[in-house]
């Protein structure tokens, strides 16, 4: 009972798809929503992404969960570095995630963590519109950042969207012209380099913003009725205008969503509070608050990420790994 | 270097004494007084212990932290379990850790947690000890509960003293019995098994308390001048009036013990706030506060527990094992 199976990135691929991670971050929301999905509030080390101690150009989140639709209790602890990091030619996200029996208390798997937080980062954006975007099937949507998140919120979303038109605006443009060529299989329609960043605006019906830009570029005008903007990135990449203008605001984690990302600055001014809010993702998934977005409604939705998701995501690849005897195997307790 | 160490308890004991494990502590809770120990406040996942779900008798704590004299950052996550696994004859105590480079971002061990907090939190009430008894090297204690931590607070406290008598009290007088026979060379004296829990606080300069219990057993007029009281219990186990009297209070972390354990209540009432304090373990441990106790003196201290310990003792453990070549390798990201 006390052996724990170990799987890398190599072993999670092997038995994960992006439609499989959707429809897990989904019945996940669903649980956010009935109260079966528990998820305590994150909690950061800095290791000199902000505090001057220590010297490290980067942060952990240590973020536990128990999901009940598949009774199972873990931690995912990520964190993005730079610096000597990003010398290296390594990726910004570095993450490892611990399962254990929530009756028994034995670890039953330890994986990498990384290509998890990315996938399930892009599925929940394509949930966010999942449940804004009620009305079609075919939606144009713009992308800013080209990088890692863009991508995966983009096949995400083709999995339950078709998408008719993509428009990605990245500070690089020779970033965007990769993205172009990256995704081409996952957008039905023509994907579009903008130069500037009001460009990618305009005529969507959903804007995306998995940028690291500590500057407000989203402008309160470029969002016209029946549009829905989800923020991904950690600091405020929309104006102060359209937050507080917009029609309804929905959040993934009332308590994470009100301390970090987006809404963070107007909430510690006192101008968003729980109040301002209108729903959960959860409470709209699991049918306790109305989903849709109406054509002269502007909708915010954050979803800036919860472990419960990356734990209920490693579940299933436990569980299917175990099944095609992938990875290795160690006992800890001996 | 992307390959993560595994080691479980046996390849820790290979590694590791009592010894190792007080010297580690002392110096990680100088790091505290320094500021070169970052050590966020914990956050608990309840599997049940509280909450109405989910439906365990148990739950886990998260503990990430940086140690500046060992330049490592990892992640404790830990808990305890009754029911089923009681059931099933396994220890209360479950717990893995993780270890990164906190420059480079990759996690270079995964490691048996559960003996490591044994250790470490017997060698937080040595350390206790060390910066209030500094008058005497030979002691009298006394130890409620004959558990595993009664155990090693033993073990732990006879690396800096001589224990001339130590007299232990629990429920179970078979417990004590047992107690006396497995910690014998660890005490230069006596060990007395006491029935009465007032007799056990009879004449001694340390009182020990590591016991579940949820009653305040503890009496004020049982505590002399002269005496420390170190409270290890999840619950408050001294009265309130020893509390709100003791001349001098001591924690290991102003957050984590204002909100659990021995003072948590009385913090909650308002009646101990941060001001009350007289310093933390590490202020004492750094030379910026007195160390010692005045005879006319009783100090309640509180190690309460923290991650910074428990990633410093991994940290050497995990050095140590690599040069010894123990345990095996698992390349997480590939």
């Known amino acids: 009972m006390e052996s724990t199976i170990l799987l890398s990135q190599g072993d999670i691929k092997e038995v994960l798809t992006m439609k499989d991670v959707v429809e897990i971050c989904d019945k996940t929301f669903v649980g956010f929503g009935e109260g079966t999905t528990i998820n305590p509030t994150k909690v950061g080390l800095d290791l000199g992404e902000k505090a001057a101690y220590p010297p490290y150009e980067g942060f952990m989140n240590a973020m536990p969960a128990y999901v009940g639709w598949c009774d199972s209790a873990g931690i995912k602890w990520a964190g993005g570095l730079l610096g000597e990091r990003k010398k290296a030619g390594l990726p910004y996200i570095t993450s490892m995630i611990l399962l254990m029996n929530p009756k028994m208390g034995n670890f039953t798997a330890a994986m990498d963590g990384a290509l998890i ?43 339950i969207f078709d998408i008719d038109e993509l428009r990605v605006y990245d500070l690089y443009k020779s970033a965007g ?63 102060d205008e359209f937050i507080l203008s917009a029609d309804k605001i929905m959040v993934d984690h009332v308590g994470q969503c009100l301390h970090r990302g987006v809404l963070k600055e107007l909430a510690e001014a006192g101008k968003i509070t729980e109040e301002t809010l209108y729903a959960t993702i959860g409470e709209v998934a699991a049918g306790k608050k109305a989903a849709g977005i109406k054509s002269d409604e502007r909708i915010l939705c954050v979803p800036i990420g919860t472990g419960a998701m990356d734990i209920a995501i490693a579940t299933v690849v436990r569980d299917r790994a175990i099944e095609k005897g992938l990875g290795d195997n160690f006992a800890f307790v001996v």
Chains 1, 2 share one sequence.
Request: aromatic share 8%; with cysteine; net charge positive.
């Open 177 to 239: 012209e990769k993205f172009k060529e990256d995704m081409k299989e996952y957008v039905k329609g023509e994907i579009v380099v903008v130069e500037n960043p009001e460009d990618a605006a305009k005529d969507v019906d959903a804007i995306i913003t998995v940028t690291q830009s500590k500057n407000k570029f989203l402008k309160n005008e470029w969002i016209k009725p029946g549009m829905v903007v989800v923020p991904m990135g950690s600091y405020q990449e929309c104006d």
């Open 117 to 159: 937080t990315n996938w399930r980062t892009g599925s929940q954006a394509a949930i966010s519109l999942k449940y804004t975007i009620t009305h079609k099937k075919n939606i144009k949507i713009a992308i800013y950042g080209a990088g890692m998140q863009g991508r995966t919120s983009t096949m995400a979303i083709s999995q």
